[in-house]
């Protein structure tokens, strides 16, 4: 008996041990590492020094912060117009259908992602499909050229990072229910009113979902823009990824990491926020 | 549903899935750089089996796919227990620290983890990478199981222990088959992530342990290599099928 | 549940670490054709994990994050052998060992980033100059580095992902020595690069070769072997050497200090010093090979080619890269800004 109530207080206490261990510690960790200097023949000497944050504000670095910003914003937001009236309308859907076409969302979402990436390129190629067909089409005369562009950078971001915006969307559209919208026309709210006063709020948390779940990574995601970028136009993920493994100036990286957890609960703040508008909670993962 | 609706699902399904359509018209498609389409056959696909590299780094992003799936889904379901049956101090701070692990952005995770590793001088491999892997799983799981859990009648467990069974017996034979499928999925969940994990291998793997996407990142990194198409069709294939047995597990428990 | 706790320690018991007699090689990427290894393990059982890096920072610093273990065999350029020597993170080459010594070219012995070859072997060496489509630019406009500025080559233009290599070019068509330490240099330099980049469309080294015959790029740096295999798929691209001087460079195998196995690393290196197998390296990469034996029994279109072997007058207005210390440090700081395009 006392075995038992034993194993499971140890089960209970697995989780909580782990995340201490390789969420917390290691984020402390990066924090201290941020305020440390760093050292010709090892990687910190311990002293203390706010010289890290200082050459953040560097207009340099301010630059790729906010380039980096302004990308992912601009993905996020598209992901946001693109998965918005999909995840609607499949929430219309008869079940029978649901199934299936839930399915064939999820599947990309799925597949690795570097294959995802690599069939944008094979696509925007100088001798790709996209670039054949305008000049099969004859809009053309000679190759666009369509890689190693913001475009094609931003393009990637949303086609990986879609099917993340649409499965929270669609799980606060499947939860809507529909009396309040037809209660609402009931007492003659026109269309956009309801909209704007039932439906918005309602799928708020999805939202908030969505654009934290797109947000984030695409600050991250660097892969992406050594692919499709043409290693111009330094982003986060690239300064972060160069800091650590190839300038091997970990205290300046940590600093430039501390800011992104920064935003990172920023973000998390404003989905709470959104949740207690809408009065619940909406992300549960798939 | 109008037209207009039934079109604009279209698209976006047509997005989602070009390019992915026209690489594996490409796999199949002989001529090297694939600008003409002279010969058709499955040569690329013979030369991926013959690429011993390639056949090495997808056994062991299999094993850490194995692993890691299968401790985060144990660790994972017993924290989901825990928050769900019992309230305990710090019960809130550990939730958010169980929030903050799934959001951060996987850039943060590899970094963080790195530090750490070389701060306690754990050398870099299979081990770091395992540790890795398990720790952003982990939230997936816990999630997905505790929203099963939310609906569980903590009664039930009582009525076990009244009639005579432990703590342990009374999760274990009653809890646990209940949220079944959630913990399957959980489990499915985490192998793909673990699969699919570029970011976070890329900063705390060691030189002699290649993993599958990180081989993936360098081919395609070297250009338009055809191999690629090809193992890009064969990963899509077994996306589809991980989704199919994970969509008609949940449904049959369900 | 018990079963699944067996399957899951069998499962972890499984993931082990590098087997004894496993020689691990980092290369540069597109540098050793495939057969080479396979040849390799054949004929001695030994086998080879082999991965790849697209630049000399990029080594070092993985090196580096593994304290100087987990690779045997490295292939730093010059500069990076001289600095990594004078770290201490080269192991010597016990010269016993490597019988095909021999065969290699004195001229390309002795040099002073590693006096005697006490820690290096020399692997492939080239240049770096111009590569043009002349479907779309006129050779005669393109002579010397200064000539990447002109308006024609908007967005057109390739460059290494290498600070040094493009910063050669920035002090180079200044007139300063393309290893200056002196921090105006290095700026007025920097300046120079900055109103290039509206030309550069991307910064690759990892395969420039796949961009430049796909088409991606019509113009641009390449490197001596780069440029004969695009002329090979695509006959329309010449290679220029430029008038201010070309880069010489030269990439060197050595065995890093922590190497687990520096005794297979010289069995390895021994075979790659073979004249057969350093041929077969030559004529497949086509970068020129150090090995005088090897290149006597190169086929004579490839010997006499001036892209590879370059004629005695371009090597003396060529520069090699060496270690300029700290003042990296200089450079790494204008090589970000250029990169976040200020």
Request: net charge neutral; hydrophobic share 50%; glycine share 8%.
């Amino acid at each position: 008996m006392r075995l038992s109530e034993a194993m499971v207080t140890a089960g209970r206490g697995l989780l909580p041990v782990w995340l201490l261990l390789f969420t917390l510690v290691p984020l402390l960790m990066v924090l201290a590492v941020s305020l440390l200097t760093r050292d010709e023949t090892g990687f910190v000497t311990p002293v203390v020094t706010l010289e890290n944050y200082r050459r953040l504000f560097d207009p340099v670095y301010l630059k790729v912060f906010t380039d980096s910003m302004a990308m992912a914003a601009f993905a996020t937001l598209l992901c946001l117009g693109m998965a918005y009236p999909f995840a609607y309308l499949l929430s219309r859907i008869g079940s029978a259908w649901r199934g299936v076409l839930l399915t064939l969302v999820i599947v990309p979402f799925w597949t690795n992602s570097l294959i995802r990436i690599y069939a944008i390129r094979s696509l925007l190629a100088a001798k790709g499909a996209m670039n054949s067909l305008l000049l099969a089409l004859g809009l053309i005369d000679e190759p666009v050229r369509l890689l190693y562009t913001g475009w094609a950078v931003g393009l990637g971001l949303v086609y990986v990072l879609l099917p993340f915006m649409i499965l929270p969307l669609y799980s606060s559209f499947e939860k809507l229910d529909r009396r309040l919208i037809e209660a609402a026309a009931d007492l003659y709210a026109g269309r956009w009113a309801i909209f704007r006063h039932v439906i918005v709020p309602l799928t708020a948390p999805g939202i908030a979902a969505g654009c934290l779940l797109v947000f984030l990574p695409a600050l991250g995601l660097f892969y992406v823009t050594d692919v499709l970028g043409g290693a111009r136009n330094l982003m986060v993920g690239a300064l972060l990824k160069d800091q650590f493994l190839e300038a091997s100036d970990w205290p300046f990286g940590s600093a430039a990491s501390l800011i992104v957890i920064v935003w990172l609960f920023l973000m998390m703040g404003f989905y709470r926020r959104a949740q207690r508008w809408a009065g619940k909670g909406a992300l549960d993962d798939v | 549903m109008s037209r207009s609706g039934r079109v604009y699902l279209w698209g976006v399904f047509a997005f989602l899935y070009l390019p992915i359509v026209l690489l594996l018209a490409y796999s199949f498609n002989e001529s090297p750089y694939g600008s003409s389409w002279n010969r058709l056959g499955g040569e690329w696909y013979r030369r991926l089996a013959d690429d011993p590299l390639l056949i090495e780094a997808t056994l062991n992003s299999l094993k850490v796919a194995l692993l890691s799936a299968s401790l985060a889904t144990v660790i994972g379901t017993a924290g989901a227990v825990g928050f769900s049956l019992y309230s305990f101090r710090g019960q809130t701070f550990f939730h958010g620290l169980l929030m903050i692990t799934l959001m951060a952005p996987e850039i943060v995770m590899g970094v963080s983890l790195l530090v750490l590793f070389l701060a306690l001088r754990i050398p870099l491999g299979s081990g770091s990478l395992l540790v890795a892997h398990i720790t952003f799983c982990l939230p997936f799981v816990t999630v997905t199981v505790m929203s099963r859990l939310k609906d569980f009648d903590p009664r039930l467990i009582e009525s076990a222990r009244d009639l005579g069974a432990s703590e342990a017996q009374a999760i274990g034979h009653v809890l646990l088959p209940l949220a079944s499928p959630a913990i399957l999925a959980g489990w499915l969940l985490s192998f793909t992530l673990s699969l699919d994990d570029v970011v976070v291998s890329f900063f705390v793997t060691g030189p002699d342990f290649e993993v599958l996407p990180l081989r993936i990142y360098s081919m395609v990194r070297m250009g338009i290599k055809p191999e690629v198409n090809a193992l890009a069709t064969l990963l899509f294939g077994l996306s589809l099928v991980m989704v199919i047995l994970s969509q008609r597990l949940m449904a049959r428990k369900g | 549940m018990r079963a699944a706790m067996l399957w899951i320690w069998l499962l972890a018991s499984s993931i082990c670490q590098a087997e004894p007699g496993e020689i691990t090689f980092f290369n540069w990427s597109d540098y050793l054709p495939g057969e080479v290894l396979e040849r390799f393990t054949r004929e001695t059982g030994i086998r080879v994990r082999y991965s790849t890096y697209d630049s000399n920072e990029a080594m070092y610093a993985k090196l580096k994050l593994l304290s100087g273990k987990g690779y045997d065999l490295i292939v730093p350029s010059t500069y990076f052998i001289d600095r990594m020597r004078k770290e201490g993170l080269l192991h010597p080459l016990d010269r016993s060992q490597l019988p095909n010594f021999r065969f290699l070219d004195t001229r390309h012995l002795d040099k002073p980033f590693d006096p005697g070859n006490r820690y290096s072997v020399p692997y492939l060496w080239g240049t770096t100059g111009i590569a043009l489509d002349t479907r779309h630019f006129s050779p005669d406009q393109v002579k010397a580095w200064a000539d990447l500025w002109r308006p024609e080559f908007d967005g057109r233009l390739l460059l290494s992902n290498d600070v040094r290599e493009v910063f050669h070019i920035g002090l180079r068509v200044l007139g300063y020595p393309g290893n200056s330490t002196d921090p105006e240099q290095i700026r007025q330099a920097y300046e120079k690069l900055r109103s290039l980049m509206p030309n550069v469309r991307v910064f690759n080294s990892d395969a420039p070769l796949m961009l430049y015959v796909t088409g991606e790029v019509d113009a641009g740096m390449t490197w001596s072997g780069n440029a004969y295999r695009t002329q090979q798929e695509v006959p329309s691209f010449v290679f220029v050497y430029p008038r201010e001087g070309c880069g010489l460079w030269m990439d060197n195998l050595a065995i890093p200090s922590g190497a687990s196995n520096p005794d297979g690393a010289l069995l390895l290196i021994n075979f790659l010093l073979r004249p057969d197998i350093a041929r077969l390296i030559a004529e497949k990469t086509r970068y020129a090979s150090p090995n005088a034996e090897a290149v006597r029994q190169l086929p004579a279109e490839i010997r006499d080619n001036s892209v590879m072997y370059p004629p005695p007058e371009v090597l003396a207005n060529g520069e090699y890269s060496l270690d300029i210390g700290e003042a990296i440090t200089v450079y790494a700081k204008y090589w970000e800004r250029l990169k976040v395009g200020e």
